[in-house]
């Protein structure tokens, strides 16, 4: 019997190097699937002359999941859990915009504190994904022991999610009709810790790499692409601010309450490298005051959206009600049904604009969900931006970008 | 005490000996040791789990040639400051003269490699175009 | 007694050290690293991980000794060979104490060195340069686009960074007036007003600091460590020049690269910091190896006893601390100071130079291969050169 590994894998060769005009050879070289600095499988057909890329090919699809059609097999609220899956590392983006989709669908109006509790949330996550960005970008151009510390801070991060959900990752916090658990008692003490240490902790990272050399001559002039390119590809988010285009869904289209929130759509003119770092630092540092706003201005009242028909009933009220009874029977055996309609939400994530669009056929589960992910447009901008540069400026550009290849390729 | 020249290198011959030996049986002792298994994907040059294209063994970049030539050149010049640094006090002013002289010659050479452009490395970056204005709105105006 | 057989005797005792030295250099770095980055280190293997060299070369030698089919064999196995061999000889000719020291209780005097070439120093840039090839044959016969590239890269930097050395070098041979490293040695004796001591880095009329700092950065390149780690650059190349060695022949390349790290931190002790010289005059300056160690057995006893950190501590630390004491008891005795003071000296400038390079490790990123080339021939070789000129001239006018 022949064993797995004894088939070939398939797979898109590798175009043959071809003489420059200068009389140089080419050589052509695969950087990825299984490379250290292309977080997780992305794989890049570099064509190199000397150390100058004349030519880059991303070529993604190796974490190729399926997540979308698999929207289609399960209820709506299963679906949630799955769109934690989608991006590991701001998953609560990924549950929020799934909600608010939904929710568009159902005409739901959802209580002022579940906004909170999901705005705060979200900016959690938020720092998360930067803080996992800003030590495994810096561990690619070469510096340890950054890691160390993002992940220090990330812990004490993951410590508040676990608090608030029961789970460190993937939280399926924010559901379609609120949140799924109210703030559990002693939450801000548990926020206001966090609060309180954070901003030293990322003026010790700004310490630490803003005024070394080496890393401003590696982040600074490299990873440009223009800003019409950049349009066209569907380039979003920290590169797109970073290109001084201050494009961000919460304030250009609110959602979920932002419109309430005092902050500044971080940006920079540079766009390089260094740019998109800046502008992430200082997202961190946004998302802190909006996570400030939400812990004073925390409002009272229910969690999630007074709809039976969507919303399990509390576990009393099923206990002693004969109606909840029913409802929570009949959303946990056949889920709940959304109007016919089709609906596009966006919303920024830390990544960039990710939206849902969501046909329902008027069934129990979705007819079609398709994932517009930030990872995926800001990818397509790799080729104009490293082509013509040395190849550790592929590291510093892939780095730069913060894609999640789960997301690419769902 | 050493009784000859010679015999001074004597622990350098052994040390070469054992250095000899202990470099031979760190690179060889483990395919002795060792389990052995084989398998053709094993083989495989390591591509990144990719099979390889085209040959390792190509032409490569003439630049680091170049390097290689510059080097030898300059680096004679530092072998000859050697003896002359061990002299110095004897001649003074006349071998600080003499090894301006010499060193003015290289650096000749040294600004010649210099200008020719054979210490870039990277070539010459594409010319940028300017971004737009911190704060302004461009998604706004397209929109 | 018979030269031979002392230079074998003393060859034994050397290569113990040594080869116990390097392997405990990677636990110390794996700590030190540890430490700054929040974490612990090797701990599982022996009290505080000591036994973890050990394991790891247990470990590594009943590895798999493969030989991929693609690699071009003799230089394969030459790459290794050629990096280890040539950075293990220069310890026989590094001093490391005084000349004609007598041994107590015998009639034997010896030099605390293997041998005294007078063309030491010359002798071991000549070996540093060899260990190019090493790197560069791997990089080759592995076959492999990535080693290719890094073996390239490997190449192109240690010869470029081995100009701004060599010309950092001069610089103190111009004031000392030789290429022995024991002459040179014994050319930064003394004290200036009895405090300043005369090493080259202080030395009248032309202090080399700069030429220390050029040879400690073309240190760093021509041992490939961070920030100069290109050409195992692990996040761009995978690996580099090593991608397609395993087991113990990949280890005998770090093995290498330590050996190298020791060579390089020993040349910049004995040219720019004085050899064995003590740092405060002698009087007081005897006394201070006893301190330290005493000291040093202090900090583990309270420690281990007052603030045990973790599990074991307060059986491990106190065992430490009381080795420590027992060590600068052993220093207060007049007989062992006048032995092996010196060697403290030398030993404590060595890692103290040793850490450095671990904490270097720790902090910076890396550089890009044009940014370092650009370093090395726009920057360092002119500034070496105008540090030359300007001692050149210094030494030429004072000297009468």
Known sequence: MRSAIDYPVESRPAPEPQESPTGQRRMTLNMGPQHPSTHGVL????????????????????????????????????????????????????????????????????????????????????????????????????????????????????????????????????????VA????????????????????????????????????????????????????????????????????????????????????????????????????????RESLKIIKQCLEGMPGGAFQAD???????????????????????????????????????????????????????????????????????????????????????????????????????? | MPTSELEKYFPVLVMAVIAAVMAASLTILSSVLGKRSKSPQKDTPYECGMAPTGDARDRFSIKFYLVAMIFILLDIEAVFLYPWAVVYRQLKWFAFFEMLLFIALVLVGYFYIWKKGALDWAIPERPRKAGPKTGTNLYREAA | MDFMILSLIKLGLVLFIFMTALAYIQWIERKVIAHVQLRVGPKRVGPHGLLQPLADVIKLITKEGMVPSHVHPVFYYLAPFVAVFFALIPISFIPFGQANVKIPFTDITTNMELTDLNIGLLLILGLSGMGVYGIALAGWASN??????????????????????????????????????????????????????RWTIFLMPAPQIFSFIIFMIAGFAETNRVPFDLPEAENELVAGFHVEYASMKFAAFFMAEYANMVTVCSVATLLFLGGWH???????????????????????????????????????????????????????IPIVQELLAPVFWFTAKLLILLFVFIWVRATLPRFRYDQLMRFAWLFMFPLALVNLLITGLLVAATTN
């Open chain 1, 307 to 410: 709809a039976p028909k969507v919303v399990l009933p509390e576990r009393e009220k099923m206990k002693t009600q004969m109606e909840a009874l029913i409802y929570h029977f009949k959303i946990v055996t056949e889920g709940f049904r959304v109007p016919k309609g089709e609906v596009y939400q966006a919303i920024e994530s830390p990544r960039g604009e990710i939206a849902y669009y969501i046909v329902s056929d008027g069934t129990s589960k979705p007819y079609r969900l398709h994932m517009r992910t930030p990872s995926f447009g800001n990818l397509q901008g790799l080729s104009p931006m490293i082509e013509g540069a040395l190849i550790a400026d592929t590291i510093a550009a892939l780095g730069s970008m913060d894609f999640v290849l789960g997301d690419t390729d769902r």
């Open chain 3, 278 to 332: 003590p740092i405060v005059v002698p009087g007081i300056g005897n006394w201070i190896p006893a301190l330290v160690h005493i000291g040093g057995g202090a900090i583990c006893l309270y420690h281990g006893l007052v603030q045990p950190a973790r599990k074991w501590d307060n059986i491990t630390l106190p065992v430490f601390g009381v080795a420590f004491i027992g060590a600068g008891l052993l220093f207060a």
């Open chain 1, 181 to 284: 658990l109210d703030a559990p008692r002693g939450w801000e003490k548990m926020v206001r810790k966090f609060v309180d240490v954070f901003p030293s902790r990322v003026d010790e990272y700004e310490n630490l790499l803003e005024k070394n050399p080496i890393w401003l001559n590696r982040t600074k002039g490299v990873g440009y692409i223009s800003v019409e390119d950049m349009l066209e590809l569907g380039v979003t988010g920290p590169m797109l601010r970073g290109a001084g285009i201050a494009m961000d869904a919460r304030r250009t289209e609110p959602y979920s309450g932002y419109e309430k929130f005092d902050f500044r759509v971080c940006t920079h003119t540079d766009n390089d490298v260094y740019a998109r770092y800046r502008v992430r630092l200082e997202e961190m």
């Open chain 1, 43 to 178: 794989r890049i057909v570099i064509e190199l002359e000397g150390e100058t890329i004349t030519r880059a090919e991303p070529d993604i699809g190796y974490l190729h999941t399926g997540i979308e059609k698999q929207c289609e097999t399960k209820t709506w609220q299963q679906v949630t859990t799955l769109t934690d899956r989608v991006d590991y590392l701001s998953n609560l983006a990924n549950n929020l915009v799934y909600a608010l989709t939904v929710e568009k669908l159902l005409e739901l109006e959802i209580p002022e504190r579940a906004k909170y509790l999901r705005v705060m949330m979200s900016e959690f996550s938020r720092i998360n994904s930067h803080l996992v960005w800003l030590g495994t970008h810096v561990l690619d151009i070469g510096a340890m022991s950054m890691f160390f510390y993002c992940f220090r801070e990330r812990e004490e991060l993951l410590r508040v999610l676990e608090f608030f959900s029961g789970q460190r990752m993937m939280t399926s916090y924010i559901r379609v009709g609120g």
């Open chain 3, 144 to 197: 492999n686009k990535y080693s290719l590239i890094g073996g390239l890269r490997s190449s192109a930097q240690m010869i470029s960074y081995e100009l701004p050395m060599a010309l950092a070098l001069v610089s103190p041979l111009l004031m000392l007036n030789t290429v022995s490293l024991r002459e040179l040695v014994n050319g930064q004796e003394g004290f200036y007003f009895n405090v300043i001591p």
